[in-house]
Each structure stands twice: as structure tokens, then as C-alpha cells.
């Protein structure tokens, strides 16, 4: 378990984890949760105090994925990824789509696959060209990602 993690939560995600049936582990795991009720997206003001290190961004669907690879900053998430870059705060990205074929999870345990399409897979290699920005595929990626963010700071 991870400590010292604030969570935020747009307003489909606060949606999805009921749906997948997350909301228990959530509350349980006692961090801090800023959920998307705001235009303004306030908390993003917690980057110029420099309370963070690395910004987790997990999953990011290709609709965030375009807006972030763009320079869009019209959600909670996609303001994060913004201040977060303009503050040099370092990024990792798990990408829904990464690959011509994927197996994604869907409610209720199925499995779907899916084709991302051309320009859902360009937008991901052009984020990927950001300075700061890891962008990982699937769990295990991202857990050793974040591990070894955290081990640069020990």
C-alpha cells in the first residue's frame, strides 16, 4: 500500500469504481480524495505549493489521452496533467489504448477486445514525446513504475 497519496477522482471515475465495485477498498485505504465538483478544478493549486512529486494518471482513456497530447486542460484530469507539467512535476500515464488489439475488462468480470484506432494510438506515441511523462501499458507496468518514481526519492 502506498502512503501519503491524495486520489482524484473525475466524475466518471467516482462512477466506475461503484460500477466495478471498488468503493469499499477506496474508503479503506484512508488517503485523501478529491472528487471533480468543481469548473475550476481548485485542487490542481496543490502543484504550486509543491506538495507533489509525480502525478499518476491511471487509466487514461483516449478521450484524456487526446485532450492532454493536445494541450486541452478542461477536466480535473487534464488540468492536473497541465499544471503538473508546468510545475515539473514528472507524469505516469496508464494508457487504455497502446496497442492495435487489446483485452480490456469490462463490469462484471467480462472481457471485451477492443481495436484502438489509428489516431487513439498516435496520440499515445505523441504524449509519450513529452518531457517528464512515462507512459505504461497495463498493471504490472505501472506498479513498477510508480516503484521505481518512489525509489528516486528514498
Given at each position: 500500500m502506498l502512503e501519503n497519496v491524495d486520489i482524484f477522482l473525475s466524475l466518471a471515475a467516482?462512477?466506475?469504481?461503484?460500477?466495478?465495485?471498488?468503493?469499499?477498498?477506496?474508503?479503506?485505504?484512508?488517503?485523501?480524495i478529491y472528487q471533480d465538483k468543481t469548473a475550476s478544478s481548485v485542487p490542481v493549486e496543490l502543484?504550486?505549493?509543491?506538495?507533489?512529486?509525480?502525478?499518476?494518471?491511471a487509466p487514461a482513456t483516449s478521450n484524456t489521452i487526446a485532450k492532454m497530447a493536445y494541450g486541452f486542460s478542461d477536466s480535473l484530469v487534464t488540468n492536473l496533467f497541465a499544471q503538473a507539467g508546468k510545475t515539473r512535476?514528472?507524469?505516469?500515464?496508464?494508457?487504455?489504448?497502446?496497442?492495435?488489439?487489446?483485452e480490456s475488462e469490462a463490469p462484471r468480470d467480462n472481457f471485451v477486445n477492443v481495436y484502438p484506432r489509428k489516431i487513439d494510438l498516435d496520440n499515445v506515441t505523441k504524449l509519450a514525446g513529452f518531457?517528464?511523462?512515462?507512459?505504461?501499458?497495463?498493471?504490472?507496468?505501472?506498479?513498477d513504475a510508480v516503484h521505481t518514481r518512489l525509489?528516486?526519492?528514498k
Open positions: 467516482a462512477e466506475i469504481i461503484k460500477q466495478y465495485g471498488f468503493q469499499a477498498q477506496l474508503d479503506a485505504a484512508g488517503h485523501k502543484f504550486y505549493a509543491g506538495k507533489y512529486h509525480t502525478l499518476v494518471i512535476v514528472a507524469s505516469i500515464i496508464f494508457a487504455c489504448d497502446t496497442a492495435p488489439e487489446l518531457e517528464a511523462i512515462k507512459i505504461v501499458a497495463d498493471i504490472n507496468s505501472l506498479t525509489n528516486e526519492f
